[in-house]
């Protein structure tokens, strides 16, 4: 692979090339990886896979025309056409009076931040091989455990460049690691199904495998024999691997372009109350071996932690340049970039904080109610904020939380649910989106 020098290199020549041939603007992302996968099954080996490959777009401005074009080939005679090509595409482009690099005074400047996000590590696939068999081993231990779909390992590393015309240029890498198994539980046909896995950036952070089979395990058997649920309206708690998006649903609804497009159910929102004063959603991206952590955003904008909601209130939307133009505001330090295509937004690591108390505490007062470890379907209109999902769980009677339950669906809307919703105290640093188990009263459950 590419150092981090070189990929910007790669950057930096083609948008000079790029000006040379007459661009009034441009900027250029460089993009390279490499992986290992190795996959087992039932104590025996299915698969290794190592994919290498790399990238390059660019991003041309003709006065208000704009045009962008990627390659996998870093040929010089391929890329120069194609930046002969992407000037003729601009050419024939409509003008949009929002197009154009960020603006010059805002870029980062100066030495990158450092957030440890590269160990350096290539463990080869012996290693990810006896990692993922250690894996899938503790779970079928788990008594209850009948068969399993596999465990996989993988472990990687990419290498982005971003080049502009107007003064930016800056570099990052970031090493990763994987690792997961599924087995089922129970016989014929009353079998159930659960998962459990981790990812890093630091190998020495990854949970040890055994930890990830036996959870994984545990939770297939303790969904054997699910009931129906009766329907009504009642508490509902999701456990944190689930209740994690709806904090996605809330960053979607804040992007600047949703916004700008009038396609949001927070559009007339900014500055209301909309969580429980104790709940603030935090944004860091320059958490220190975060799993989505940057320094720069996908247009060289420098990147900070920030509250997008404070204390329940929403503070602001996540913009880039081009929807920040629209809104006649500025940019917020949260374009996003791949190699095709202009940038859009999203938000780094995220977590929601000020939950209080144990889960037991946050259910105790629940006399019927269900616990939700898992959603199925894409019933969430992000213009009205209708929410309708598939669920299954468990019931919670008289402040515990009992048996299995299937089949049935949750539904309210997502602004009475931001409004409703509590946390426990039992937030991790687990995923690129972090909660605590949430609890959420008045939701209508529709079972049997």
């Known amino acids: 692979m590419l150092t981090k020098n070189e990929a910007l290199e790669r950057a930096q020549n083609l948008v000079d090339q790029a000006k040379k041939a007459g661009a009034d603007a441009a900027d250029a992302v460089y993009a390279c990886d490499a ?16 994919s290498e490959g790399e990238e390059i777009g660019l991003r041309v401005f003709l006065g208000q025309k704009s045009a962008t074009i990627s390659s996998s080939s870093m040929n010089p005679a391929i890329l120069t056409d194609l930046v002969s090509r992407a000037l003729d595409m601009a050419r024939e482009a409509p003008d949009d009076q929002y197009a154009g690099l960020a603006p010059e005074e805002m870029l980062m400047k100066g030495k990158l931040p450092d957030t440890d996000s590269d160990d350096g590590g290539d463990p080869d696939p012996a290693a990810l091989k006896e990692r993922a068999l250690a894996c899938e081993d503790a779970a079928r231990a788990i008594p209850g455990i009948t068969n399993s779909e596999g465990a996989g390992a993988s472990a990687g590393r990419t290498v982005f460049g971003l080049a502009t015309s107007h003064g930016f240029a800056g570099a990052k890498s970031a090493s990763g690691y994987g690792l997961s198994t599924a087995v089922l539980a129970g016989d014929g046909d009353h079998k159930e199904r659960d998962y459990d896995y981790r990812s890093a950036r630091h190998e020495s952070d990854l949970d040890a495998p055994e930890a990830i089979g036996k959870r994984a395990g545990e939770r297939a058997v303790k969904r054997l024999n699910p009931e129906m649920v009766k329907s009504g309206a009642m508490p509902v708690v999701l456990d944190p691997r689930v209740g994690s998006s709806l904090v ?69 939307w996540l913009m880039d340049s081009a929807s920040a133009r629209q809104l006649d505001l500025k940019p917020t330090g949260h374009a996003s970039r791949g190699v095709s295509g202009a940038p859009g937004v999203s938000a780094s690591n995220v977590h929601l904080e000020g939950g209080r108390g144990s889960v037991a505490e946050l259910i105790a007062d629940i006399d019927e109610g269900v616990y939700i470890h898992e959603l199925a379907g894409q019933g969430v209109n992000m213009v009205t904020g209708d929410y309708s999902r598939g669920a299954a769980g468990f019931r919670i009677e008289g402040g515990e939380i009992t048996g299995a339950i299937s089949e049935f669906t949750v539904a309210g809307n997502l602004k009475d649910m931001f409004a409703e919703m509590r946390g426990a105290d039992d937030l991790e640093f687990i995923y690129g989106t972090n909660v605590p188990t949430l609890r959420i009263d008045g939701m209508t459950v529709a079972g049997a």
């Open 35 to 50: 992986s290992t996968e190795v996959s087992v099954r039932l104590g025996n080996l299915e698969d290794v896979a190592r």
């Open 248 to 316: 996605g649903h809330f960053i979607g609804a804040i992007a600047g372009s949703s916004i700008a497009r009038r396609t949001s159910f927070l559009l007339e929102e900014l500055g209301n109350q909309l969580f429980d004063s104790k709940l603030s959603i935090i944004d860091d991206p320059l958490r220190q071996r975060g799993i989505s952590s940057r320094v720069f955003d996908g247009e060289g904008l420098p990147t900070a932690k920030s509250a997008l909601i404070d204390k329940g209130v929403v503070t602001g």
